[in-house]
């Protein structure tokens, strides 16, 4: 399996606070993504990154914000959480070319 | 606007059988496609992929055909086995590259003993 942590697996927090996911990764790859899952929408991408401190929006970046520090590590913030944020994210992580994305196990995210 | 539909929400079939789990897609760039598994609390795990130079790809039991002037995928699954049983998302993305992945909803596929 690909190195790929994220913490925590399990997450719940009232709304309007600040969250914050983290990815940690072992393999050196240069893309890092984050995705979320939705009953009845499949993965949406949130934010990717394509270098250190080099990132870019996705599908549905609205409300998050994302930091890339080290090639290691990629964060995803909820500045002010919000119940439609309740979901699943997984992080990904790729090489280059076409190699496939592999996902870490998720982190479940619960707001009250 | 969905990009990659995965019409059928589930699928049920019983072991030993094949199953074929169908994609579709709207956009026209779209030049690689990839199938990934999904078991629950799990994360979607790579099962196989295929570019749009190629029109099949094998990999066990595991076959993707693209037939790209319909725009459509599908993966066969032969025998079918009862560890089958999972979430399976469609996924692509154009330019060549891994990037940007445009994923389906997903097909629950169950496999009866």
């Known amino acids: 399996d690909a190195g790929i942590t994220q913490s925590p697996r399990h997450k719940v927090t009232e709304t309007g606070t600040p969250v914050t996911l983290r990815c940690h990764q072992t393999?050196?790859?240069?893309?890092m993504y984050w995705y979320r899952q939705d009953p009845g929408h499949g993965l949406r991408l949130i934010h990717y990154s394509y270098g250190v401190k080099d990132t870019d929006k996705g599908e549905v970046s609205d409300g998050y914000s994302v930091s890339r520090s080290k090639t290691e590590d990629f964060l995803l913030t909820l500045e002010s959480a919000t119940s439609s944020q309740t979901s699943v994210y997984f992080c990904?992580?790729?090489?280059?070319?076409?190699?496939?994305?592999?996902f870490g196990d998720g982190t479940r995210l619960s707001i009250l | 606007d969905q990009q990659v539909k995965q019409n059928s929400p589930s699928l049920s079939v019983q072991e030993g059988r094949i199953s074929i789990l169908n994609c579709d897609y709207t956009n026209s760039m779209f030049d690689y496609f990839l199938w990934y598994k999904k078991y629950p609390a799990e994360g979607p795990t790579f099962l196989i992929s295929?570019?749009?130079?190629?029109d099949k790809n094998e990999d066990g039991r595991f076959t993707v055909f693209l037939n790209k002037s319909a725009k459509h995928l599908s993966l066969h699954i032969v025998p079918s086995q009862p560890g089958d049983s999972a979430v399976y998302f469609c996924?692509?993305?154009?330019?060549?590259?891994?990037?940007?992945?445009?994923f389906g909803k997903g097909t629950l596929l169950t496999v009866n003993p």
């Open positions: 295929i570019s749009s130079i190629k």
């Open positions: 393999e050196n790859h240069r893309y």
């Open positions: 990904a992580i790729s090489g280059l070319g076409t190699q496939p994305q592999h």
């Open positions: 996924a692509a993305n154009s330019g060549g590259s891994n990037y940007k992945l445009t």
